[in-house]
């Protein structure tokens, strides 16, 4: 069994935590649903212009879930964030 990580850091164009939080909810929600994985705001949470943003999968074969990883980041990075990727960390953990 593997589980693939996908860390993402971006550049928002919000001055508030709050519209930092509405930016960030959207995308997260979104990719959870899409994809059936577990997205969250891993750090920089307190930091209005920054985010990172994990999301894990979980397979029994270590290409699928890096293929799904993949397909988190692309996605997430094509979305309409108003946000610069500053940074994308993919690992493929074997269980």
């Given at each position: 069994m593997f589980v693939a990580i996908v860390?993402?850091?971006f550049r928002l164009p919000s001055r508030t935590l709050k519209e930092k939080r509405t930016i960030v909810r959207s995308a997260i929600e979104r990719a959870q649903h899409r994809f059936n994985a577990s997205v969250a705001e891993v750090d920089d949470l307190d930091t209005p212009m920054f985010t990172t943003i994990a999301a894990a999968c979980l397979?029994?074969?270590?290409?699928?879930?890096?293929?799904?990883?993949?397909?988190?980041?692309?996605?997430?990075?094509?979305?309409?964030?108003?946000?610069?990727?500053?940074?994308?960390?993919?690992?493929?953990?074997?269980?």
């Open positions: 860390q993402m850091r397979s029994n074969d270590a290409q699928h879930a890096q293929r799904q990883a993949d397909k988190i980041a692309d996605a997430i990075e094509g979305w309409r964030l108003d946000a610069e990727l500053l940074a994308v960390e993919t690992e493929v953990i074997p269980l």
